[in-house]
């Protein structure tokens, strides 16, 4: 069992700047694809970034050149850097930790772009 806790969510204008955190209860990073997906309101869930065990980093095109996935292996801590924010990325965002077999999903933290 792999526990994910989501901190950094708040209220920030257009074009401000936010950094995501996600804990991870152990050290999961050499077999699961860590990601951040996000839930806007009437919306679907949908990819943010994901980075795999050997650091490629994949991101939904609406955040591309603004948002940037990273992780701290020693800290066991997956992070999303959210810049040039748009009100149309307000949405509650997931952290997720992806192997073949296993899926895990934290509570989400809300992140709410005013105009």
């Known amino acids: 069992q792999v526990q994910l806790v989501e901190s950094g969510g708040g209220l920030v204008q257009a074009g401000g700047s936010l950094r995501l955190s996600c804990a991870t209860s152990r050290n999961i990073f050499s077999s699961y694809s860590m990601g951040w997906y996000r839930q806007g309101p009437g919306k679907q869930r949908e990819l943010v970034a994901t980075i795999t065990p050997v650091g490629r980093t994949n991101y939904g095109d609406p955040v591309k050149g603004r948002f940037t996935i990273s992780r701290d292996n020693a800290k066991n801590m997956v992070y999303l850097q959210m810049n040039s924010l748009k009100p149309e990325d307000t949405a509650v965002y997931y952290c997720?930790?992806?192997?073949?077999?296993?899926?895990?999903w934290g509570q989400g933290t809300q992140v709410t772009v005013s105009s």
């Open positions: 997720n930790a992806r192997s073949y077999t296993y899926d895990y």
